[in-house]
């Protein structure tokens, strides 16, 4: 049983019941959310341009997150973006480039910094909207609060494991 995020010794039957109920509310809403997010994209792209180029692959959706995330006040180099994202350096300078060319990045005018990429404004917008429509969209398939208990079961579960560890280091070193 769960209760405040720490384990208390249960039946293991009534645990693993109880864990497998949980999962099975989780799946079922991540599934339709992700099933209305797959639609609602293809709405997205068709009437924007900046989601149309970023969330067209993999490798762009990556970039886009990436330069949606604060903390990067100069901007990121292609090496930056490339380690990242994962992505062949080569790749990553040619997309880098078409996106600039498009104008949803540019580059830092500032001195020493001018191989450095910045997001367009329009490029923070839609990422914005992006986040809000996210939050939107698992409100509308969690009304009733029904995802809480896994997450819960899964930070339990995690920190208990980091316990675990922690109390087993070998001090003897």
Known sequence: MLKEHEFNHIDKNVYEASRTEQREVFKKS???FELYCYRDR???????????????TYERKAIFFLFNLSGFPHGHTVNEVSRAVNIARSTTSRL?????????IYRNREEGYQRYYLPSDRLLEVGNLYCEYYVDR????????ERRP???YK?????TRQKMRDDHVDDTI
């Open 30 to 32: 991540q599934m339709l």
């Open 150 to 152: 896994f997450y819960n």
């Open 96 to 104: 880098l480039t078409e996106a600039h060319s498009l104008k949803f």
């Open 42 to 56: 293809q709405k997205f792209m068709a009437d924007d341009e900046v989601p149309r180029w970023f969330l067209n």
């Open 138 to 145: 698992l409100l509308e398939v969690d009304q009733a609060g």
């Open 155 to 159: 930070i339990t579960e995690k920190r």
